[in-house]
């Protein structure tokens, strides 16, 4: 049969000619070989919460490491949390569970993590357990495996990325053996490696001793919290913003725009100083019947508008003011009204368990959306300080964009503005890579209302501003792209326009070639062709193009494959390229769950 892949934002879709539901490691293995044999590319997905084009190909293999019964965009809405938990625990997979594998010192723990494992079942093991994750996704339903292998983070100026916390990666190679890295050299390189290694299985990751957050998120004044670029560094309003970043536990601005900047601001900052008996569940039945409610409603309104608002990307910009037009500026007054509203605001700080006050919005984050996130790093003052009024300006270099698109009655970003402040990491191939005072990690939302090429338009002016910010010295801040979300369509450093990969390409190039150095002495008798002919995709293809090509590897052989299906290697080529076959010129799918 047809089964069509779609991501969850709706922004990757293709067909792949096998879809897979292994529950076990023996089940992967087979899976793996079976590609192997068939010439075909292999690729995982769980939640598929990625932006980017991370996942199979068409005419390739696709495996699920969830039930497709809680991976589409209205699985929360149509069960609820309860009935998610009561999903996994039927699917039954191997794949997912968490155990302590040893306890260290100073209050930490190594924690075995199942690949499928998803945030909502380590929220209620770290209730249950009082060890925790020092940081994680907001998100309740994504998998360890896929937040890990795009070098996902949470917020707070201790923390690094998900990826730097791992101590130990077990994974299927392309021999279709089990395999297990714990050297911290090499987990620098594949701790998170977009699936290249293989098809990840557990993730061992340090774990805390539980804390207690003091949860008191406020909605106040913008400027009152993020002064405006220029305020006198000495002033009371930039002193204690300094202070939020420095030394909150947790640090998240929000801003609902399209109703001014005195409102719909809501600044999320605590401290983990909280007693566990004084602790209490702030995320109560009634709130997840609510969010339940809301999500459900929110994407039935977006499919009814969705094709009622369709305009051409040029009537966006023209003067003229369509019905259209009309029903999605009334859609974005009341996404901004009812964002901020939804969000709690308590008189007094409530203490509760770290992972509570991590994962307190349960539902809103399923609703599909556009987005683009931007880690900056912070850069330096002249005496080697962090220069804090970097947070300044980026943020209202976005805010005044997002007004000027409402002044033009364009609305590009209907949704929120959100910045996280963390730190940096050692992880090859983080974004915050080498950010040794820390990171901002930027994001505009918009819904599937705004027009794509709107979008891409923002997204493109947007990062023209993000991504020419200096260090004190004049040298580039290397700002880059969270790599599960998406990117800008080109690159304007200096004036200069680049293709985007080309940019990343130039950026990221010495730890390319490190990360690939470790790739090739990662498993006996795999090497980097064996990597690209199993577990690469055209993604990946262009963004390492330079580091395949230098291992003679030919990375236009796959170009063929959509027309294809299939591609033939070594004594099925001819003068380096491709041999079409004959056998399979279709690309009907077929879904396949082994027993």
Not at 325 to 332: A, H, N
Not at 465 to 471: F, R, S
Not at 492 to 504: A, K, L, N, P
Not at 505 to 510: A, P
């Amino acid at each position: 049969m047809d089964m069509e892949f779609n991501n969850y934002g709706e922004t990757v879709k293709n067909v792949p000619k096998l879809t897979f539901f292994p529950k076990t490691i023996e089940e992967i293995q087979k899976v793996i070989l079976f590609a192997k044999s068939e010439k075909r590319r292999l690729r995982a997905a769980g939640m598929k919460h990625s932006w980017s084009d991370l996942f199979s190909n068409t005419g390739e293999i696709l495996m699920y490491l969830l039930p497709l019964s809680v991976t589409d965009t209205i699985s929360f809405a149509r069960t609820g949390l309860e009935g998610m938990e009561e999903e996994l625990r039927s699917w039954g997979s191997e794949l997912s569970g968490i155990e302590v594998v040893e306890e260290l010192e100073d209050g930490h723990a190594a924690v075995r993590v199942g690949a499928a494992t998803t945030n909502l079942e380590m929220l209620n093991w770290s209730n249950q357990s009082g060890w925790t994750l020092p940081m994680d996704i907001i998100a309740v339903m994504i998998t360890y495996g896929g937040s890990n292998a795009t070098i996902c983070h949470g917020s707070g100026l201790h923390t690094q990325t998900m990826s730097d916390l791992v101590l130990e990666l077990q994974f299927i190679n392309a021999n279709g053996e089990l395999q297990t890295v714990n050297d911290p050299d090499t987990l620098k390189g594949v701790g998170g490696c977009f699936g290249l290694a293989g098809i990840v299985t557990a993730i061992t990751f340090k774990m805390d001793a539980m804390t207690y957050a003091k949860f008191q998120p406020k909605k106040t004044l913008m400027e009152d919290s993020i002064p405006r670029p220029g305020t006198d560094p000495e002033s009371e309003a930039f002193k204690k913003m300094v202070d939020l970043c420095k030394n909150s536990y947790y640090v998240e601005f929000f801003w609902f725009p399209n109703n001014g900047t005195d409102d719909g601001y809501w600044e999320n900052c605590w401290k983990n100083d909280g007693v566990k008996e004084e602790a209490i569940d702030i995320n109560e039945s009634v709130e997840d019947e609510y969010q339940v409610a809301t999500t459900y409603m929110f994407e039935i309104i977006m499919k009814i508008l969705h094709p009622m608002t369709l305009i051409t990307r040029d009537e966006h910009y023209d003067d003229k003011t369509s019905l259209q037009e009309c029903l999605r500026y009334l859609f974005t007054k009341v996404v901004s009204m009812a964002g901020i509203d939804a969000l709690p605001a308590p008189e007094e700080p409530l203490t509760t368990s770290l992972v509570e006050a991590l994962h307190f919005r349960r539902g809103f984050h399923y609703i599909a959306v556009q987005e683009m996130e931007m880690e900056i790093p912070i850069p330096s003052l002249e005496n080697g300080d962090p220069d804090w009024r970097i947070v300044c300006q980026a943020w209202w270099d976005a805010v005044d964009l997002i007004e000027k698109s409402e002044k033009d009655g364009v609305f590009a970003v209907d949704m929120a503005l959100e910045l996280r402040i963390m730190g940096g990491s050692n992880v090859l191939m983080a974004p915050q890579y080498g950010n040794r005072h820390g990171t901002l990690a930027i994001e505009p939302v918009s819904t599937r209302i705004v027009h794509k090429e709107v979008w891409e338009d923002f997204k493109e002016e947007l990062a023209k501003v993000w991504m020419n910010y200096k260090d004190y010295d004049g040298t580039p801040l290397q700002s880059r792209v969270h790599w599960a979300k998406e990117s800008p369509r080109s690159v304007t450093i200096d004036g200069v326009q680049y293709d985007t990969i080309e940019h990343w390409q130039k950026i990221y190039g010495q730890n390319m070639i490190k990360f690939f150095t470790i790739l090739d002495s990662l498993s006996e008798d795999v090497s980097i062709q064996d990597i690209f002919n199993l577990f690469s995709n055209k993604y990946l293809d262009s963004l390492f193009k330079p580091v395949w090509e230098s291992y003679g590897v030919d990375v236009g052989v796959f170009a063929l494959v959509e027309k294809n299906g299939k591609v033939k290697f070594e004594e099925d080529t001819i003068n380096g390229e491709a041999v079409l076959g004959d056998e399979d010129k279709s690309h009907k799918s077929t879904c396949c769950v082994l027993s």
